[in-house]
């Protein structure tokens, strides 16, 4: 091997070399940026074919963004409630509130019939009452229905199951539902339907109206406007609770032990603080309700003359009263 092959060159000479060279820039290719683009697609419909492929090939197989009929009756529960809740806020100022400020049935009609002007129209009545009313309750005896369907192909299969097999747990939010439901048709029944197929309207029908019905028929109205307050403001908080998704993580034991204690203790007492937070927000939207409703409304004496009479001929006309 040649000697000098071997032979290193020392680092000042390389560096002194590498000095010695004139610096210039990297040339890179020229862009031809005289020629045209393609022209852009006119209207809408020339992006339809490259966004429907696009969609396709990034949803994949069995993500093809379609939704069942439980997705859709879940929002109409839910949307429902929304708008149902936005009357009932306006009825519990104008038939509790008003009345528990004033101390007076006479004093506080009059907000009761402005109030009317806004949810007893003929548009507004339907809208904001009639049509959320059946549509909630309606989605939610379908769903019921649905997932019962669902459970008796799941777990029966080709051999059936009986009419009691394959329903959903009955919970606290659907019983209080039920029962609110009914308690509600009862009070429109006795305070919007009566009256309007007995006189045509209800003009006449207000909180001396309610007042009057305690005092000629004591129990029976104690007895229904108590399971309506306690139902509905039930059933509305813990609705409410669900759909911010607090009523899923309340209860007063655990669903599921993970096997540590410490978690599966602290788990425990916050899902127990949910479940008395929540009773307590229940606790008071009934004891206020009830404080102007039942404290004075209830107590706002006999109507004479012949509104009392016409009173009494509109009572005597519902069954068991």
């Known amino acids: ?61 069995g993500l093809s963004g379609s939704h069942g009929a439980a997705y859709y009756l879940t929002r109409i529960q839910r949307y429902s409630s929304y708008t149902f ?37 003929p548009l507004s009545e339907p809208l904001l009452v009639g049509l959320p009313v059946v549509a909630h309750v309606g989605s939610g005896l379908v769903l019921r229905f649905l997932r019962r369907q669902h459970n008796v192909r799941r777990y029966w299969g080709a051999y059936g199951a009986d009419l009691r097999s394959g329903w959903p747990q009955f ?17 429109v029944f006795v305070n919007r339907g009566l009256p309007l197929a007995v006189e045509g309207d209800s003009a006449n029908i207000g909180l ?13 109205s104690w007895a229904a406007y108590t399971a309506l307050l306690g139902l509905g403001c039930g059933h509305m908080i813990w609705g409410w609770a669900k759909w911010f998704g607090l009523a899923q993580g309340a209860g007063w034991k655990l669903e599921r032990h993970t096997g540590n204690a410490t978690a ?26 009830a404080a102007g409703g039942l404290g004075v409304v209830a107590r706002g004496g006999e109507t004479p003359g012949w509104v009392g009479r016409l009173y009494d001929g509109l009572y005597a006309r519902i069954p068991g009263f």
């Open 85 to 121: 809740s936005l009357f009932a806020g306006l009825h519990l100022a104008t038939t509790s509130i008003i009345p528990l400020v004033a101390q007076s049935v006479p004093s506080s009609e009059s907000y009761l019939l402005l109030a009317r002007e806004i949810y007893q129209t």
């Open 1 to 61: 091997m040649d000697s000098d092959s071997l032979r290193t060159k020392g680092s000042q000479e390389t560096l002194a070399s590498l000095m010695q060279l004139d610096p210039s820039p990297i040339e890179s290719p020229r862009l031809n940026t005289e020629k045209a683009l393609p022209p852009l697609p006119e209207h809408d419909e020339d992006l339809e074919p490259l966004v429907k492929s696009r969609s396709r090939s990034a949803t994949g197989v």
């Open 171 to 187: 919970s606290y939010i659907a019983a209080s539902g039920y029962g609110f439901a009914v308690a509600l048709a009862a009070h």
């Open 264 to 289: 599966d203790r602290q788990t425990k007492k916050k899902r127990r603080r949910r479940l008395l937070i929540i009773n307590a927000v229940v606790v008071v939207a009934t004891a206020v309700w």
């Open 208 to 220: 001396a109206y309610v007042a009057h019905g305690f005092v000629r028929h004591r129990l029976t």
